[in-house]
């Protein structure tokens, strides 16, 4: 059985910064594309950014470009969401998510349906 685990979550001040991880078990995810998505209190779920296989091919929403960062160790099987600057508009439960069953990882992909296998979430407060 496949598990995406989301750590790191928390609640940080304006300006702040968090480190969100995402451990896979289950199946390797080096040719997985994978991603991180939100999703806000009464807003539709968003994605925040993704990444493809290698790492070498990364996509970031406009409103985290210059403060977030994408990245991963497929040896830890892990993928990361590194967030500085943080706002109280990034408050969101965040979700990392991967298309583990698909080995097509060359490319990122930023629509919710093209992943197959998503983590619990992981909350992120941020106080004004």
């Known amino acids: 059985q496949v598990q995406l685990v989301e750590s790191g979550g928390g609640l940080v001040q304006a300006g702040g910064s968090l480190r969100l991880s995402c451990l896979v078990s289950g199946r390797t995810i080096s040719s997985s594309a994978m991603a991180w998505f939100r999703q806000a209190p009464g807003k539709e779920r968003e994605i925040v950014a993704a990444i493809n296989w290698s790492g070498e091919d990364t996509y970031y929403a406009d409103f985290v470009k210059g403060r977030y960062t994408i990245f991963r160790d497929n040896a830890k099987n892990t993928v990361y969401l590194q967030m500085h600057g943080l706002k109280p508009q990034d408050t969101a439960v965040y979700y990392c998510?991967?298309?583990?069953?698909?080995?097509?990882?060359?490319?990122?992909?930023?629509?919710?349906?093209?992943?197959?296998?998503w983590g619990q979430g992981t909350q992120v407060t941020v106080s004004s």
């Open positions: 998510v991967g298309r583990v069953y698909s080995t097509s990882g060359e490319m990122y992909y930023i629509i919710p349906a093209s992943y197959d296998t």
